[in-house]
């Protein structure tokens, strides 16, 4: 894909992802009630999964031309996708849809409940083991020397 192509696409998700910003804070502002509320914040919730789901296939097609011209690298781009499937699966078995004690009538009125709270664990869980790789990296290399 060009450069030019993908700096279109990316204005254009950035201006979607901030009209939806724009809407979700104008419509939760003016509802009254926590149905309303609700429903004004679907759309972004939505948003956000449909810009995971580009993010994903990205992940998993753009490497794909390179891989078929070298297929030693399959296995590793195997390895990495596998591990991040099952951090991610962990993470869902760990996640809760309880509501927050101060979020029950929302919370409990909400089926993004679930996947919210898989989003947020999963970046606990890749920022620490971002940490970790760096810390290990930092150590290992002083080691070296």
């Not at 926590?34 to 948003?47: G, T």
């Not at 971002?130 to 290992?140: C, E, T």
């Amino acid at each position: 894909m060009s450069k030019k192509l993908t700096n279109i696409i990316s204005i254009a998700l950035m201006l979607i992802g901030a009209a939806f910003g724009i809407y979700t804070w104008v419509s939760a502002g003016q509802a009254e009630g926590v149905d309303a509320e609700m429903a004004a914040v679907n759309p972004l919730f939505i948003w956000t999964y449909v810009l995971v789901a580009i993010a994903v296939l990205a992940l998993l097609i753009v490497p794909l031309p390179y891989m078929i011209k070298n297929p030693g690298t399959m296995k590793k781009f195997g390895i990495g996708v596998l591990a991040l499937g099952v951090v991610i699966l962990i993470v869902y078995l760990m996640a809760s849809d309880e509501s927050l004690p101060f979020l029950e009538d929302a919370a409990s009125k909400n089926e993004w409940s679930k996947w919210a709270d898989v989003n947020i664990l999963a970046m606990y869980v890749m920022t620490g083991i971002a940490i970790l790789a760096i810390a290990y990296s930092s150590i290992r290399g002083m080691l070296k020397k």
